[in-house]
């Protein structure tokens, strides 16, 4: 599971078994994880975090947007579409 940034006491990574869905990243914090897709930057899955804690990783993944789509392409090669 590659990481690709950690800030703000967030992990943000990979799971190297995903490339055939869409470009998407998962993100940790405390005991709590989230699925979010680049896309759109929508969530598509939330275990355990706060309303806040989510909110916090929504504007770190818009923030590094262009740079994760970047480690998708540089990992599982380049998207289709």
């Not at 899955?45 to 540089?74: I, Q």
Request: hydrophobic fraction near 35%; proline fraction near 6%.
């Amino acid at each position: 599971m590659p990481t690709v940034l950690n800030e703000c006491g967030c992990r943000v990574y990979f799971h190297s078994h995903e490339p055939n869905e869409p470009a998407h990243v998962h993100v940790d914090k405390g005991g709590g994880s989230a699925k979010i897709w680049l896309e759109s930057v929508t969530v598509a899955r939330n275990v355990g975090l706060a309303p806040h804690d989510l909110g916090e990783m929504m504007r770190l993944v818009r923030k590094h947007r262009d740079h994760l789509m970047e480690a998708w392409d540089e990992y599982f090669g380049p998207r289709s579409g």
